[in-house]
């Protein structure tokens, strides 16, 4: 006991000295810490934390090992002033500092909400821009208080006092990770499932789970498309086929047209040669008519098949958006070409079935010359210019005075 006693009276102790004992007594709003020196050591509750504590036993609880910082000696009371929260912001610093340089991600929890973001606590104070909370805009903070939060530090300036810490950058970092791994999993030719994330005027960008796609208007359907808000909206689940995929742009071009069955498949079923069928005027040309039989689905009537008589051009008996009746002459699903003729479906209700079954007759037996060349000169249609098409021939135009 003696030889502990001047132990004791060896050890002394000053200013600014970095101490070691054990919290024996918890009272009055400070924490009694024994050093095995001749004064027990004192902690004010405002010298526990950098954070604001209500009670001494957020912080420490009696039996538990302390260091601190000795802020004075009151010889006169017989104690040493002691801050624990002095001792833990060099320590804060340091961490932060290697954190800071290393670009680690750690949790904090979210102290108060104060005008233009959070302040946490990591051993000193630290903010959190609301610009650097999340990736969307937020615009009430209230239920933040006591959130868990994962972060990085963004700025650090241990002179200062500065520390500044970011969410989004976190939860950036994260998307871009996860986008490239989807990326890498996207090939020309699949057919996925997505969701319409947004609609522009030239397309709509379409979700494929972390990677966004554009359809471009003219990939939208198979027929011809004003705006896409016509055919989609926002949150709608779509199936597109992978066009092309550019990994280092980070783009990838879709088509639902591609996904979905042609309107031309449904018109080989729908559409035999001999059927008389119901169609709109969708189109007037030089050398005749295009009737609408599908969505995406037209059919030519040669300016020599729009009527009993002859006409110079088919806006003479036709109208755009005018509904007509029209036997189909051929369908070639392969080039996407249907030839009709509005005069022989109207030969066909005024009697004139006779006629039409000599003019049947002969185009089998390869008699009806007039029509064959009519054919071959609209085989490509689809993709010919009006100047390029021309009138087509003499028979063509002439044939039914020729007969009289």
């Given at each position: 006991m003696v030889e502990d006693m001047k132990e004791m009276e060896v050890v002394t102790y000053k200013k600014g000295d970095t101490v070691t004992g054990t919290v024996t007594k918890i009272d009055d709003g400070q924490a009694y810490v024994d050093l095995g020196y001749k004064y027990d050591g004192?902690?004010?509750?405002?010298?526990?934390?950098?954070?604001?504590?209500?009670?001494?036993?957020?912080?420490?609880?009696?039996?538990?090992?302390?260091?601190?910082?000795?802020?004075?000696?009151?010889?006169?009371?017989?104690?040493?002033?002691?801050?624990?929260?002095?001792?833990?912001?060099?320590?804060?610093w340091d961490e932060l500092e290697e954190k800071f340089n290393n670009q680690e991600v750690f949790e904090v929890t979210v102290a108060d909400v104060v005008k233009?973001?959070?302040?946490?606590?990591?051993?000193?104070?630290?903010?959190?821009p609301a610009s650097l909370v999340e990736r969307h805009f937020v615009e009430d903070f209230s239920d933040y208080k006591g959130r868990t939060l994962r972060v990085k530090v963004v700025e650090f300036d241990r002179a200062e006092n500065k520390v500044i810490l970011s969410q989004k950058a976190v939860l950036d970092e994260e998307i871009e990770s996860s986008k490239q791994g989807r990326m890498a999993s996207i090939e020309a030719g699949q057919v996925l499932t997505g969701t319409v994330q947004r609609l522009t005027n030239f397309g709509a960008f379409v979700d494929l789970g972390g990677v966004d796609g554009l359809v471009?208007?003219?990939?939208?359907?198979?027929?011809?498309?004003?705006?896409?808000?016509?055919?989609?909206?926002?949150?709608?689940?779509?199936?597109?086929?992978?066009?092309?995929?550019?990994?280092?742009?980070?783009?990838?071009?879709?088509?639902?047209?591609?996904?979905?069955?042609?309107?031309?498949?449904?018109?080989?079923?729908?559409?035999?040669?001999?059927?008389?069928?119901?169609?709109?005027?969708?189109?007037?040309?030089?050398?005749g008519a295009f009737v609408e039989l599908l969505p995406g689905v037209e059919g030519l009537v040669h300016i020599s098949q729009v009527a009993n008589r002859h006409v110079a051009t088919a806006d003479e008996v036709l109208k755009v958006g005018q509904e007509v009746k029209a036997k189909v002459l051929d369908v070639n699903v392969a080039e996407n070409r249907i030839s009709l003729s509005i005069r022989e479906a109207e030969e066909g209700f005024t009697g004139g079935g006779e006629r039409t079954e000599r003019r049947e007759e002969n185009r089998n037996r390869g008699g009806n010359k007039p029509n064959r060349g009519r054919e071959k000169e609209v085989t490509n249609y689809s993709t010919q210019t009006d100047e390029d098409r021309g009138l087509g021939t003499l028979g063509d135009v002439f044939g039914d005075l020729f007969k009289k």
């Open positions: 004192v902690i004010p509750i405002g010298e526990l934390s950098a954070a604001r504590v209500d009670n001494v036993e957020e912080v420490v609880k009696v039996g538990d090992t302390v260091e601190a910082k000795v802020l004075r000696i009151n010889d006169d009371e017989g104690k040493l002033i002691l801050s624990k929260k002095a001792i833990d912001g060099v320590k804060a233009g973001g959070l302040v946490v606590f990591y051993g000193v104070r630290c903010f959190i471009h208007i003219s990939e939208m359907a198979h027929h011809r498309v004003e705006t896409p808000a016509d055919v989609v909206k926002e949150g709608d689940t779509v199936q597109v086929k992978v066009l092309k995929v550019d990994p280092e742009a980070g783009r990838v071009s879709l088509s639902i047209k591609a996904a979905t069955p042609g309107p031309w498949a449904e018109a080989a079923e729908k559409f035999k040669t001999g059927d008389i069928v119901t169609g709109t005027v969708k189109r007037l040309v030089s050398f």
